[in-house]
């Protein structure tokens, strides 16, 4: 598999997922009592593991870009608030493929963030983006 596909979206392979080696299974909640003690709740969270898919820059050189037609799709993608989750396919670390299904992650912040590499008005089809996604697992 040469490319990752999110809700049937075809995206390069080669987006970096910037927090796949990030501990997230467990969940922590810190309160402060009356009496000023600090309480500190740990658990084991089932789902909620974060995906962020960015492109990376070496020197000049973008790594895995999009084009302005792939970035107005995760743009629909992204502005439809959804009763269910996306597929996200991705290359395993060896062979094969892995899926997750996912949601767009709003709670920090923007979920799809875009910049244009060459920027020039009108932005056209053929445009490259750098792009940031934000996702999470359900």
């Known amino acids: 598999m040469s490319r990752i596909l999110l809700a049937g979206i075809a995206l390069p392979a080669d987006l970096q997922w910037t927090d796949e080696f990030t501990a997230w299974r467990?969940?922590?909640?810190?309160k402060t009592s009356l009496t000023g003690a600090r309480i500190v709740q740990e658990s084991a969270l089932q789902a909620g593991r974060p995906i962020t898919l960015q492109t990376q820059t070496e020197g000049n050189t973008y790594i895995g870009p999009v084009t302005l037609d792939v970035l107005r799709q995760l743009q629909a993608s992204e502005e439809q608030p959804r009763i269910g989750?996306?597929?996200?396919?991705?290359p395993d670390h060896n062979t094969g493929e892995r899926t997750f299904q996912v949601r767009w992650r709003r709670s920090e912040g923007a979920a799809l963030e875009a910049v244009p590499i060459n920027y020039a008005v009108p932005a056209l089809d053929g445009d490259y983006f750098s792009i940031t996604l934000r996702l999470m697992t359900v």
């Not at 467990?26 to 810190?30: A, K």
């Not at 989750?85 to 991705?90: F, I």
């Open 85 to 90: 989750s996306l597929q996200l396919v991705m």
């Open 26 to 30: 467990v969940g922590q909640q810190v």
